[in-house]
């Protein structure tokens, strides 16, 4: 579905990203992980138009992409929820829903998918008519994720979804990640858990400082005695001898 080749991503003389290649099948959950500065949220701003590529290229089912608008990508069928849980905050949980379906026409199709987005997350559901600053940080992740449904993805792209929220909230949002993954919906995700979103991945990218440096299944990333090491601690079997 995805498959990125030699991308290179510049902020003025400063190389984020540094020539690195990478891809996504269909119906496939696949994460990056990495350090704080590794490249991981620029890669997908990146993929979604909101930088511009300096070198290599993107493509998106057999279209090269790199380059394109973020509104015709969205077109395209990649939508992405950014880090930081990005929304209207002066419009309600409905009109921050109705925004990620402003590509669409079809009406009745968009009401049925924001019946099932609502059915999904009940928290929202309860607060359909409340303004988005009302919410809390877990409820802003849910709309957040929610909005980016409502354009029909083929492909989402997920930026730190858990950072920031108290555990319970984390496993709440991981499961919604897996119900995604189980109703269709391809996913590439980058997430600060690394071992959490190894456990669910099909595969797995490590990234450090602009480079991919290792990737493999997210079963055999979560044995691997450097991974572990750098990114995931002491393993659970370990944790629960001691």
Do not use: C
Not at 179 to 208: C, D, K, P
Request: hydrophobic fraction near 40%; charged fraction near 25%; aromatic fraction near 4%.
């Amino acid at each position: 579905m995805l498959k990125i080749k030699d991308l290179v991503t510049r902020y003025g003389n400063i190389t984020a990203v540094k020539g690195i290649s990478l891809e996504v099948k269909q119906g496939e959950i696949v994460s990056i992980i990495g350090a704080n500065g590794a490249g991981k949220s620029t890669t997908l701003k990146t993929i979604s138009g909101l930088l511009k590529p300096s070198e290599g290229y993107i493509e998106f089912q057999n279209q090269n992409i790199a380059g394109w608008s973020p509104d015709r990508i969205l077109r395209a069928g990649i939508a992405q929820v950014p880090e930081g849980r990005w929304i209207l905050g002066e419009l309600t949980v409905r009109e921050n829903l109705l925004m990620g379906a402003y590509t669409r026409r079809d009406r009745e199709s968009i009401k049925k998918d924001m019946e099932q987005i609502l059915e999904s997350f009940p928290p929202i559901a309860d607060r359909i008519g409340q303004y988005g600053n009302t919410l809390s940080g877990g409820e802003r992740q849910m709309l957040a994720i929610g909005r980016a449904l409502m354009s029909r993805p083929s492909l989402l792209l997920l930026d730190e979804p858990s950072l920031g929220l108290a555990p319970i909230i984390v496993e709440e949002i991981f499961r919604i990640i897996r119900e995604l993954h189980e109703q269709g919906t391809t996913i590439l995700l980058v997430e600060q858990n690394a071992r959490q979103a190894l456990e669910f991945s099909h595969r797995g990218y490590v990234m450090e400082v602009g480079k991919v440096l290792l990737s493999d299944s997210g079963q055999n990333l979560l044995d691997n005695d450097m991974v572990v090491n750098a990114y995931l601690g002491v393993r659970r079997s370990e944790t629960s001898q001691n």
